[in-house]
């Protein structure tokens, strides 16, 4: 059949979604890529090696339908969080986006809305908005921080249903407070939700939010293997709560969500957990260094518990991130005036960023 095809306006779209734009980061085929937060660290081999006889004993039963409870797998999460955690506080999904798509589908969706400090993590409106909820944006300081008192007002003045903390925020890198989420938590009677993606490169002596869930069952604490665990083309995400909470999820969740190839991968990984984290100090450095050198050329290099860095005084963000393109060099402009934020990744990457940076010229 011929014909023109149909414009995207042609068809009869929810209108609170017309005029949105879809969430994606530049992809190009550069030598260096260091845009979209990735472990760019390949998976060891060891692992790699038992992850694949994992993948093919789960093959020999594909046939059926997966473990509609993944059961095996939250166990595998609630011995690597620790906590006193159980297997029953502890649910998983493609991807963190799609964790925390089950929690707006199930506390948020038509009439209610969504919450958090901006700038921060580009996908929470986009879940918000795809679930049919009104994004709400809070303030930060010039610094991208937030106090406990601020957080709490905004938070109280809002009165949204659900609450993200991004934390370290993504993009800024910008450390978060237990004492925010204390304050934020007692300010609503909504979910909080702290999304913990790249806890595992915060200081050793770092205390995560799992530590606040005992006696608080509005909140959450999501996690991915995406970062540390360099499994970003795996999709898994997951997250510790209330029991309670947890079953919630059940009623939005599609049936055998977690593919039994997903499940057994990510048991796989986890039973490596020391060697895959292994990687974690070597970004860190990598992310320290990218820092310091970055100050050294006149920029200012934002304080960062990730494993990227946002760097500001950039007189002109889309000229130099062509520059930097233009040398095979990969990063993100996130939107934010005068600033570019960079990955951390192997040495040698990190050493032809800094270098390509030198070459475009120190800060105005």
């Not at 580009?122 to 049919?132: K, N």
């Not at 970055?294 to 990730?306: C, D, F, K, N, P």
Request: aromatic share 8%.
């Amino acid at each position: 059949m011929g014909g023109v095809s149909a414009r995207l306006e042609d068809l009869p779209l929810r209108a609170d979604l017309r005029g949105q734009t879809p969430y994606g980061a530049p992809q190009a085929a550069l030598p260096v890529a260091l845009n979209v937060n990735e472990n760019t660290h390949p998976v060891p081999q060891d692992v790699a090696d038992d992850i694949l006889d994992s993948i093919a004993r789960a093959l020999r039963d594909v046939n059926r339908y997966p473990d509609r409870e993944f059961t095996a797998l939250r166990e595998g999460f609630a011995d690597y969080l620790g906590h006193g955690l159980t297997r029953e506080q502890l649910w998983a999904a493609n991807g963190s986006n799609e964790v925390l798509q089950h929690i707006l589908q199930a506390f948020a969706g038509p009439g209610r809305t969504a919450f958090g400090f901006s700038p921060t993590y580009s996908m929470y409106p986009l879940l918000t908005r795809g679930t049919g909820a009104r994004w709400v944006s809070g303030t930060r300081g010039d610094d991208y921080t937030v106090s406990a008192s601020d957080a709490a007002a905004q938070v109280a003045d809002a009165a949204p249903d659900v609450v993200f903390l991004c934390a370290p925020n993504n993009p800024t890198g910008t450390p978060l407070g237990l004492d925010v989420v204390e304050a934020v938590y007692d300010a609503t009677d909504g979910i909080v939700i702290v999304d913990e993606a790249y806890f595992e490169f915060a200081p050793a002596d770092a205390r995560s939010a799992l530590t606040l869930l005992p006696g608080r069952e509005r909140l959450v604490v999501s996690r991915t293997m995406s970062k540390a665990f360099a499994f970003a083309g795996a999709r898994v995400g997951y997250l510790a709560a209330d029991p309670a909470l947890v079953d919630a999820l059940r009623l939005v969740r599609l049936p055998y969500h977690l593919s039994a190839l997903t499940q057994a991968a990510a048991s796989a990984a986890l039973r490596h957990a020391p060697v895959m984290l292994g990687m974690v100090d070597e970004i860190v450095t990598q992310r320290d260094r990218i820092s310091a050198t970055v100050e050294a050329l006149g920029y200012t290099a934002h304080e960062s518990w990730t494993n990227f860095v946002l760097f500001g005084g950039v007189d002109d963000p889309a000229t130099t991130w062509r520059a930097l393109y233009d040398q095979g060099v990969l990063i993100r402009d996130v939107g934010i005036p005068h600033h570019l934020r960079v990955t951390a990744g192997t040495t040698d990457e990190t050493t032809a960023f800094l270098d390509a940076l030198a070459s475009v010229g120190s800060a105005a």
